[in-house]
């Protein structure tokens, strides 16, 4: 079936490296670049701890769209961002108006092209040229 192609690959898309910078943010309760260790962090960054990302200087035009049931980006989470962009850049947040909505609904969801879709496409055409 369907599904189990989909369960088969899923997740995809990501590597060995993303899915531990991820635990480590988790861990550290920081957005921060990747712990590469005391030693390696010296070289890389100049200190022994990652430093933590600088949102105040996102220029990018950014949208947020969530769901209330995402186990990878939590409401909390996206509210905690969303304070922390320049309100010059964060252009919306969009929750998906379906109370179950979580993370794989953005690529699998059955109403993904009503709750999501066509929302970004008609944002994407406000920055056409």
Known sequence: TVLDLLLRHTPAGTSTQTMIHFAQG???KKFQHFDW??????QFYGQKEPPEYDLSKVVTPTFLYWGKDDWLA????VEWL???LPASSLIGCYP?????????????????????YDKILSMMKLFQK
Do not use: I
Not at 96 to 116: I, R
């Open 26 to 28: 988790v861990n550290a």
């Open 74 to 77: 939590n409401p909390t989470d």
């Open 82 to 84: 969303s304070n922390r």
């Open 96 to 116: 998906a108006n379906f109370s179950a909505w979580n993370h794989l609904d953005f690529l699998y969801g059955e109403d993904a092209k009503n709750f999501v």
């Open 37 to 42: 260790g005391r030693a390696k962090n010296m």
